[in-house]
């Protein structure tokens, strides 16, 4: 069975600290997305990472990948209160043009 | 330039009512997604279409929902015989779904669908 899965599914941090989201998947693949939800709001694309070793950053949000651990992580550093939201990885299994979706992390970052 | 838009953005109706819900992807984008999303859940995948294949249903719940997409383009969910336990938030996503994959997905605001 494809599972997504990412952890934490909720998170409670501080303005100004740094963490990590994690986003382990179980079939081969080397594209995976991460998608922004504010609440009351629909998903936003954050991240498509494309291959081995990918990289992407943008702001205080940095999300990479590594195909062989199936893992995807995205970090928050010097997290600020706007950048809460609940945070998804999808993944899609190679050549199948449909995404499997984690369950999301709900992140709140407090003044 | 024009995102995805979803209509009605709020959907009241009665137990055992039918309703449509419709979906305008961005203008040349082949894949259309629809998802289901209940409140505090991650998404759950309905069904696909991708320009003229026919379409993925395999995440349809029931033989009460179907979709059609017209011309390539404007989609319809059609729920028949509403139930409560089908409350949730619709959404529509479409893609270019180039070179072999999907493709960012690119979402609508949704329809909340509440069956009293």
């Known amino acids: 069975e494809l599972k997504v899965e990412q952890n934490p599914l909720f998170l409670s941090m501080q303005e100004g600290k740094n963490y990590t989201i994690y986003c382990n998947y179980s079939t081969t693949s080397d594209r995976l997305y991460w998608y922004r939800q504010d609440p009351g709001k629909s998903l936003e694309s954050l991240f498509v990472?494309?291959?081995n070793g990918a990289v992407k950053q943008e702001g205080r949000l940095m999300a990479s990948l590594d195909t062989k651990a199936r893992l995807s992580t995205l970090h928050i550093t010097a997290a600020v209160h706007d950048l809460s939201a609940t945070y998804f990885c999808?993944?899609?299994?190679?050549?199948?043009?449909?995404?499997?979706w984690g369950a999301g992390t709900k992140l709140i970052i407090k003044p | 330039g024009a995102g995805v838009s979803q209509s009605p953005s709020n959907k009241v109706t009665e137990k055992g009512k039918d309703v449509e819900l419709r979906c305008d992807p961005i203008?040349?984008?082949?894949?259309l997604y629809w998802y289901r999303q209940s409140l505090g859940q991650g998404l759950e995948f309905l069904i696909y279409f991708q320009g003229n294949s026919a379409p993925d249903k395999s995440g349809l719940p029931s033989d009460r929902f179907s979709a059609e997409r017209t011309g390539g383009s404007v989609s319809t969910l059609t729920i028949q015989r509403t139930q409560q336990e089908d409350s949730a938030v619709y959404l529509c996503a479409s893609s270019l779904s180039t070179g072999g994959f999907t493709d960012t997905q690119y979402f609508g605001p949704g329809t909340r669908l509440t069956v009293l």
């Open positions: 203008s040349g984008h082949t894949a």
């Open positions: 990472l494309l291959s």
């Open positions: 999808a993944v899609e299994p190679d050549s199948n043009y449909q995404l499997i």
